[in-house]
């Protein structure tokens, strides 16, 4: 019941003072999410064909390999953990998204933003890679309570997920990349 305060107090300034610039920078954010998160290893394949470059090609498919990871387990929890929407279950916050159904806990929306983000920054760890990926990231959690469809906690636990997704799906390329080179060091 204390997480549940806690989680409504730092929700309702949140989901205060809404504007239209708000409105329309946060669908924005959450609009963009998916599309982000499939079309960017999608992106680096297609390169990665046209290049020749069999690091891309690997690099795009474990990004798709996390993504696919980290919405199976969100999408999972969310229905073992069958948690309400905070517009739903509270007539003081605000709804403003499409969101008419679902399920709150925990952020799907922030689960994908940030696997996607922690994938292109452990790849490509360049600080103008880094920064605009994880303010992207930070920007959907953000939206998703300002949208009144999750709770700060939803979107920490999202935020975990997602990265956790992307960073096992790293360590997997590269254990995977590091059994392929033993073997053929064998095999020589």
Same mark, same amino acid.
């Given at each position: 019941?204390? @997480?549940?305060?806690?989680?409504?107090?730092?929700?309702?300034?949140?989901?205060?003072?809404?504007?239209?610039?708000?409105?329309?920078?946060?669908?924005?954010?959450?609009?963009?999410?998916?599309?982000?998160?499939?079309?960017?290893?999608?992106?680096?394949?297609?390169?990665?064909?046209?290049?020749?470059?069999?690091?891309?090609?690997?690099?795009?498919?474990?990004?798709?390999?996390?993504?696919?990871?980290?919405?199976?387990?969100?999408?999972?929890?969310?229905?073992?953990?069958?948690?309400?929407?905070?517009?739903?279950?509270?007539?003081?916050?605000?709804?403003?998204?499409?969101?008419?159904?679902?399920?709150?806990?925990?952020?799907?929306?922030?689960?994908?933003?940030?696997?996607?983000?922690? @994938?292109?920054?452990?790849?490509?760890?360049?600080?103008?890679?880094?920064?605009?990926?994880?303010?992207?990231?930070?920007?959907?959690?953000?939206?998703?309570?300002?949208?009144?469809?999750?709770?700060?906690?939803?979107?920490?636990?999202?935020?975990?997920?997602?990265?956790?997704?992307?960073?096992?799906?790293?360590?997997?390329?590269?254990?995977?990349?590091?059994?392929?080179?033993?073997?053929?060091?064998?095999?020589?």
């Amino acid at each position: 019941v204390f @997480s549940q305060n806690t989680d409504i107090d730092i929700l309702k300034p949140i989901n205060k003072n809404e504007s239209a610039f708000k409105n329309a920078y946060f669908k924005l954010n959450t609009d963009a999410t998916t599309p982000l998160g499939i079309g960017i290893p999608a992106g680096l394949a297609i390169t990665g064909f046209i290049l020749h470059d069999k690091k891309m090609k690997q690099d795009a498919l474990y990004m798709g390999a996390a993504f696919l990871a980290s919405t199976l387990v969100t999408k999972s929890v969310k229905h073992i953990v069958n948690r309400q929407r905070p517009f739903a279950k509270y007539p003081f916050i605000a709804k403003r998204a499409d969101s008419e159904a679902g399920l709150s806990f925990p952020s799907g929306h922030t689960s994908a933003a940030f696997c996607t983000a922690t @994938s292109v920054s452990l790849r490509y760890r360049k600080w103008y890679v880094i920064a605009p990926a994880y303010i992207f990231a930070a920007s959907v959690g953000w939206a998703r309570m300002y949208q009144g469809v999750h709770y700060p906690s939803d979107v920490v636990a999202g935020a975990f997920t997602g990265a956790a997704s992307a960073w096992l799906g790293f360590k997997a390329q590269k254990w995977i990349a590091g059994k392929k080179e033993q073997k053929k060091k064998l095999t020589l």
